[in-house]
Every structure is written in structure tokens, then in C-alpha cells.
């Protein structure tokens, strides 16, 4: 196992949905999962994840909303998944910056890839704010 592989929160109200994706993701991911948005905004307030993925439909709060959260929180990856193209379309464009989205039904290539994109864009950006302090 690598030591240094980044943290994801992996958030979905459908049990065997979670189980699933968390047993998909695992192997180049150290996972955690929430049952809903509110349980995961208490995960995020204890500890760091370099990626939160999301399912977009989800009872009290959608995934749009937890992204948004979470990156207000801290810094991180955000992919949201969904079965509704347009759910996506319906998501204010101030919400969706940030925010990779990865359309159900997925290959289970396609989500590992977009996390691991969405996880270096986050940690290139990082890099790119330090060069402009640095300058």
C-alpha cells in the first residue's frame, strides 16, 4: 500500500451504493464514507480530505450544496456524480467552478480517472498560488 495516496470522502445515501464505490476506489485512494451531507460536513470539520465525491441527489442536502460546503471549509477535489445530466445544467454556475461531474452510469475507470484529474488540478493550483507568493 502507498502511504502518501490521497484522502477521498466518499459520500452517498445508498448503502450498497457506498460499499461499492468505496471497494472500487480503495485500491488508489484511502477512503471514508458519509451517509449524507450533514454527517460528511462533520467528517470534514475533524479531518482533512484532499477530495470530497458526492452523489448529487441526496435527501436534506444535494451534493452541489456539500461541494460547496466543503470547499468552503478547506481546499480540496470536488466530483459530483449523478444520474441527471440535468441536474447539472440546473446547478448555479458559481457552484459548479471547481466541480468535476461524472455522469451514472459510469464505466468504474471513468470515476477513478476523474478523481485522480480533479485531485491534481487541485494540487497544481496549489503550486501555481506559492509561485505567485514567491514572486
Known amino acids: 500500500m502507498n502511504a ?4 477521498l470522502l466518499l459520500v452517498d445515501d445508498q448503502e450498497s451504493v457506498r460499499e461499492t464505490t468505496a471497494a ?9 464514507c458519509a451517509p449524507d451531507g450533514m454527517r460528511a ?3 470534514l ?8 465525491c458526492a452523489d448529487y441527489n441526496m435527501p436534506g442536502m444535494s451534493g452541489a450544496e456539500l461541494l460547496r460546503r466543503a470547499q468552503a471549509l478547506r481546499p480540496c477535489a470536488a466530483v459530483l456524480v449523478t444520474g441527471h445530466s440535468e441536474y ?3 446547478i448555479p454556475a458559481h457552484m459548479r467552478q471547481g466541480v468535476a461531474v461524472v455522469l451514472k452510469p459510469y464505466e468504474p475507470q471513468m470515476l477513478i480517472d476523474t478523481a485522480h484529474r480533479a485531485y491534481m488540478l487541485l494540487k497544481a493550483s496549489g503550486m501555481a498560488k ?4 514567491l514572486a
Open 41 to 43: 460536513l462533520e467528517i
Open 130 to 133: 506559492q509561485q505567485r507568493k
Open 4 to 7: 502518501t495516496r490521497a484522502r
Open 45 to 52: 470539520a475533524d479531518q482533512p480530505f484532499e477530495i470530497v
Open 88 to 90: 447539472v445544467d440546473a
Open 24 to 32: 472500487l476506489l480503495g485500491d488508489d485512494f484511502e477512503v471514508v
